[in-house]
Structure formats: C-alpha cells, structure tokens
C-alpha cells in the first residue's frame, strides 16, 4: 500500500513565497517545499491524518497560528491557502481543492543577508542548522493555548478587538490574569501598556462603554507595541 502524506497549498508573489521559505525551512517542523511549480506546507501536526477533508479541517488553525509567527518575525508577504496537497511515497503529488475561501498571511518586509566572514576575511562555514523562531515558536504555541491565541490574534490584528484580545492572552499568561502583575514584568513602559489596553477597549467597544483615553495610540503604534510584547512573551515562553 503506497503510503500517503499531506501538505497544505501555499500561493503567493514570488518574494513572499521566499521570505515564508526562508523561516520554515526542512528539518524542523513546521516546514515548506517546492514540488515543480507548487509551494507545499509540511507539518508532522498532519502526520497519521487519513482523509483529505481532514487535513483541510485543521489547516485553518495551522495556518492562523503561522500568520502570526511569520508576520512577527518578518512581516511577510500575502500568502494564501488554496488546497490539500496529498504527497504519496512515489513523488506524486494530488491537489484537492475546497470551496471555502481561503487565508491572507501577513504582510512583505524587505530584508539583507548577512554574511559572516573570518579573521582572514574569507566567509565562515555555515553553523549547524537550527529551528528558526518561528519554528520554535510554533512548538511553544503548539504547547499553550494562550501562546498560541495570542500569535492567532497578532496574525490578524488589523483592528482594535483583535488587538485587545491578544493583549489580553499576554496578561493571562504572564500576568496572572492582572494587568498590574503583567506590568510589573518590565516589558514595555507601564503607562504605554496602560494607553495600549484603554485604547483598545475604547475603540473595540465602537466608543460607547469607555470613555476617551487623554492620548489615544494610533493602531500602526498599538501594533508595534503589541509585536514587541508578543515577541518578549514568545522569548521567555522558548527559554
């Protein structure tokens, strides 16, 4: 019986393709890999899945969780999800394809590759692979589900609520529950934190229950504020 493995169907502009690439690379899990002239998301999370349908069911919550890691760690490019990719053990690879719409993931940051050169100025040798941070934070989220509702969040955090509600997983996780205790941490300054949560209740509840903060954050600041938040809970959540 030829063995089966899945993948989920990736498409995008060729730099966005390349800069999601670059971060889940084979090795670690999750991962991506071209096959001709498809880009295939692998993930052990699919491992043992019999049915087509099935992988589809869960590559939402897959991909939701890698919007986030990708547009934390490199604010990449739209991608978008267009199907299953069933990979049997002899190469071939099958397309389903599910009328269900599909996921946008993040935004394109441009970036430099670094070299490292030697004392003699020759480039060193390549260090051993290792799990990018978005692999890694994957693992974490994968974990906890705070972790993992909050990068949900980020992914998708265009607008006041989700932005308040990744905050809240933050406060929940490494607060106990208690702003105050999560200011405490040293993350960001208190009163930031305090201007980001007021805004956001204030704008998630269309204005009416809260009142105007003195200096509301723009959203491009609270995005930023919540990006590195996320990224220091992501840390201490990987140590």
């Known amino acids: 019986m030829t063995r089966v493995a899945w993948g989920v169907l990736l498409q995008g502009a ?40 099935e992988v589809h069911d869960r590559a939402g919550a897959l991909i939701d969780v890698l919007k986030g890691a990708v547009a ?24 389903h394809v599910f009328f269900s719409g599909h996921a946008n993931l993040g935004r394109f940051r441009a970036h430099a ?19 990018s941070e978005v692999q890694n934070w994957f693992a974490s989220a994968h974990s906890d589900e705070l972790i993992e509702d909050a990068l949900i969040y980020y992914g998708r955090a265009t607008d006041w609520f989700d932005i308040y509600k990744a905050l809240e ?29 007021r805004t956001a209740n204030w704008q998630r509840h269309a204005q009416r229950k809260y009142g105007r903060p003195s200096s509301p954050m723009p959203i491009e600041e609270a995005r930023s504020l919540l990006g590195a938040l996320l990224r220091r809970a992501l840390t201490e959540g990987t140590k």
């Open 14 to 53: 060729p730099e966005e393709i390349a800069d999601w690439t670059e971060v889940l690379k084979p090795g670690f899990d999750p991962w991506i890999e071209t096959h001709g002239a498809d880009t295939v998301l692998r993930s052990r999370k699919l491992d043992g899945i019999e049915a087509a349908s």
């Open 72 to 95: 934390l760690s490199q604010d990449a490019g739209p991608l978008k999800y267009v199907g299953v990719a069933e990979l049997s053990s002899d190469g071939k690879l099958h397309k």
């Open 113 to 131: 590759v670094m070299v490292a050169l030697g004392p003699d100025g020759k480039p060193l040798p390549p260090p051993p692979p290792q799990p």
């Open 169 to 197: 997983c933050l406060i929940l996780k490494f607060g106990r529950g208690r702003e105050k205790t999560f200011k405490e941490l040293g993350w960001a300054p208190k009163n930031e934190i305090c201007r980001l949560k």
